[in-house]
């Protein structure tokens, strides 16, 4: 069977960073060389807020004291999952030597980022999770020092959510300091925080182009576009559930793209059938979000088997891939591109993004063909080190010498010489040149 589509998008969802470019640029530039006092200007005319900036101890127990304890136990909850999951993310990689060859020893060292900056974005939506995403992961990882910054709102500040949440995860400073400010203060080093090595966490178009002009002088998570997801259905789905799922992802915002793939047409017309009248049921504002992803972005596709649908799957490389179908064994066998997936009925990607411990800080746009999310790892230099005896670097010595000519770097293949000729005085070797050309270097043999 044809692929076809039953919906297909009008638009395609792209970053708007190019558009905002020249002015990250100005912010940027002028953060830099005014330092907190151009950083708390920005905070007022963006913000809107003129409080204080780095939250006192006072500020963060006041904001946990205003939270129900109900509110604080979910936090918890969630917070032991992503912190769980975090810790067993970072016994898969550690420090290791071997032996490569007698006398020849190299090694690897997992060393953390010694300053972590998180965003938790706290505009039209207040993202307790991804405090608890960000700062969790960097605190197991073994950051020397976590700052977070999240917009303030008018006259109130921080939400206290966020306040809570980040201190629970270990932050060791919360900034009331949205936008690209936010993250200008964290890779500056502005508000006694140290200059950050890495910033993550998700946000608006400007803190996206903010990362990414920052990029090379500082780590980032990832390069970050609207939101995506994809749900992989056939005949035994819930057309309700999968409507739901839907619409649920679609109200992140107007641009984003949300897709079904089946091979199943009654499931796919009667998802699109619910729809509509799921997202008319939201409240206004998510639903202007919903039914804009829904009418410019979403897509609904028609394949004739679930290889073709796994293909397609593949292809589109989604943030979040949910699938209700049988055999879910042969999906996580088969799929491979995908930020992060959501099996059976009984998951969904709310689940990840708030509460059970997978994190929530994806690839989107595509990126999921060559990357993962947010993780410890992320917050790791794989580094590698080597040690030799004299004997287990004759060898080494000799090949690198002769591949270093090879490569016309003479330099490099002296630096092998002259060890050669130290360690062995009386012994010859074919180093890929003829005495003359190596003078007083190693002995080589004619």
Partial sequence: MTVSYLKKAPRRAVSDATETR?????????????????????????????????????????????????????????????????????????????????????GQKAIPCRAAGCYAPGGRYSHVASALMTVTTARVAGCGHVSVCSPPRPGVGVHPAIVYTADLCGADQILALGG????????????????????????????????????????????AGPTDSMVLADATADPEIVAADLVGQAEHGYNSPVWLVTDHRPLAEAVMARVPGLIAALPPVNAENAAAAWRDYAEVILCGSREEIAAISDSYAPEHLTVQAADLDWWLGRLSCYGSLFLGEETTVAFGDKAAGTNHVLPTSGAARYTGGLSVHKYLK?????????????????????????????????????????????????????PAAVQGSAKVSA
């Avoid at 999951?85 to 990689?93: I, N």
């Avoid at 690209?180 to 178009?205: E, K, R, S």
Wanted: net charge negative; aromatic share 8%.
């Fill in 22 to 106: 020249e002015t990250v640029q100005k912010i940027l530039a002028e953060i830099e060389a005014g330092g907190e006092p151009a950083a708390l200007d920005y905070a007022a005319k963006f913000d809107r807020y003129e409080g204080n900036v780095v939250l006192t101890r006072d500020e963060i127990a006041a904001a946990a004291a205003s939270l129900d304890q109900r509110v604080k136990d979910d936090i918890r909850f969630a917070h032991d999952n992503v912190r769980r999951f975090a810790e067993a993310q970072l016994k898969t990689v550690g420090d290791f030597q071997t032996e490569i060859r007698p006398g020849l020893t190299l």
């Fill in 382 to 434: 794989l580094v590698t080190w080597q040690r030799a005896t004299r004997d287990g670097a004759r060898p080494i010595a000799e090949a690198t010498a002769r591949i270093s000519r090879l490569e016309g770097m003479e330099g490099h293949a002296r630096t092998a010489d002259i060890r050669l000729a130290k360690y062995f005085p009386d012994r010859s070797f074919d180093l890929g040149a003829d």
């Fill in 180 to 223: 690209v400010q936010g993250i200008a203060a964290m890779a500056f080093g502005l508000f006694g925080m140290p200059a950050a090595d890495i910033l993550v966490g998700p946000g608006n178009q400007f803190v996206a182009e903010a990362k990414r002009l920052l990029f090379g002088r500082v780590g980032i998570d990832m390069f």
